[in-house]
């Protein structure tokens, strides 16, 4: 059974930094790519960064491009954010995801995978 575990959300001031991390087990992730989406309140969930089981190849949306940074370890099957220069705008529940197509598909098509999300706040 697959989980992921999301660590790392809180509370921060606007142009604060937070680090999300996201551990995965239950099975082998040779080839998965994994990734981030979030949801704000009263907002559909959208997609923030995804990266390629090698790392090579990551997507990043608009909205957070130059703020935010997706990595991955995958000895640790874990997947990183990186956020900086936050914003009130970034506030939402941020999700951790997998799943075994191509980081591009992830970017458009839900993820079979969801972690239980951590709560990020970003204060005025």
């Known amino acids: 059974q697959v989980q992921l575990v999301e660590s790392g959300g809180g509370l921060v001031q606007a142009g604060g930094s937070l680090r999300l991390s996201c551990a995965a087990s239950g099975r082998s992730f040779t080839g998965y790519a994994m990734g981030w989406f979030r949801q704000a309140p009263g907002k559909e969930r959208e997609f923030v960064a995804v990266?390629?089981?090698?790392?090579?190849?990551?997507y990043t949306a608009g909205s957070v491009k130059g703020r935010f940074t997706i990595s991955r370890d995958n000895a640790k099957n874990t997947v990183y954010l990186q956020m900086n220069s936050l914003m009130p705008e970034d506030t939402a529940v941020y999700y951790c995801?997998?799943?075994?197509?191509?980081?591009?598909?992830?970017?458009?098509?839900?993820?079979?995978?969801w972690g239980q999300g951590t709560q990020v706040t970003v204060s005025s």
């Open positions: 990266i390629s089981w090698s790392g090579g190849v990551t």
């Open positions: 995801v997998t799943d075994s197509g191509s980081a591009q598909v992830m970017t458009v098509r839900a993820p079979k995978y």
